[in-house]
């Protein structure tokens, strides 16, 4: 499985990620310097545990103005001085960066390996974005046929103030929204008209405000079972950043190395979106102008918690290869000192021993099984427009 651009910085960049929390002050030089000198794995736990503790929205929605007050939140003394708010954002902006967070992320095989096209939902004008990325992509390479495009959304109400054109037009969900803004591109010739378009739809956990990525990508990987033909084909999902490398590490978290998919999208200018220097506060909150900056610390937060399960996956996985390994080690020492011994048990076993050597992953049965019992919550709403 390659490493996102995330995972590579995580790890060989420690000391971006560790400065954000200084930036922040939840941590001093003395106790950063302590995180970075431990091993891989118990860094990757500690970061999570900053991570989950301090810079996850809480549960609120992108955008919620609730959330823009996160930077003065963590600066108290920063609220009425909206310059050096601004000047201590940049600085988190510059680390964010570092860790390649808001990087484009390109295909990384030829184009016509890719069997289908997706991207993930979101409000509308990200969805646009990221099928923006894909009509690009398609528009400047005759190689990619894609034979589908697939949408991965979930169950969410449209916001009022950022799609309230589509509400004026009753169209009140985001799957609505999605079928809509394709049925448009392909009215306006952006699309194929042929191509084939299949709606996946994330069931929401009982008592949730909204379905989230991993619900979206559970119930890909129940269609994809559903499609086996379609499952041997190299996919390409589409997003953009600051949420690539997320979305990316929770794909391979959720379909643990069944299927060959990747997650791809445009690169983000955060300078843009950052308060102006004489911002003031509206209704005790931040303006919206720092949300993406929020979105991001949030972006950080999930990716490392999706790296941290994929990773522990792949732990598993070693693991059992190294329990069979060395079951086998011990059959062959027993069959060696049986008096039944046969040269041909001898054969057979040392073939097993290379092959169990050999194998990075289990068998892909056995990983389709694993995955399967992850994804048995999961029912896509399959459709076509």
Partial sequence: MPKTIFEKNFFENKAALLSLFKLMDLLTE?????????????????????????????????????????????????????????AKAQLLENSIKSLGVFAEKKPAAAMSEYGYISFFGGFAFRVKTRLNAAVQLLNDNSDLKPQALILITGVRNLDVHRESDYLERGITTELMMVQDVVAQYKKEGKLPEDLAVVTILGEKPAGAAR????????????????????????????????????????????????YDFEVVGPAENLTATLPPLDAKPAQGFWPLGDSLLVDALDSVARTSYALKAKLDYQQGLQAQAQAQKEKLEAETLRAVAAPSYLPTQAVYLEKEKVRLNAEAEPPATQAASAAASSAHHAKPKLGKL
Wanted: aromatic share 8%; hydrophobic share 35%.
């Fill in 211 to 258: 379905s989230d990525t991993s619900h979206g990508i559970l119930a890909f990987k129940a269609w994809l079972e559903a499609h086996p033909e379609m499952a041997k084909t190299r996919g390409l999902g589409f997003s953009n950043a600051p949420y690539i490398d997320y979305q990316g590490e929770q794909a391979a978290s959720c379909l643990q190395g069944s």
């Fill in 30 to 86: 003395g106790q950063a310097q302590q995180i970075a000198e431990l091993p891989n794995s118990a860094y990757l736990e500690e970061m999570n545990r900053l991570g989950q503790k301090y810079l996850i929205r809480n549960g609120k929605e992108r955008g919620d103005e609730n959330n823009t007050g996160l930077l003065a939140r963590i600066f108290p003394e920063l609220k009425q001085d909206a310059t050096a708010l601004a």
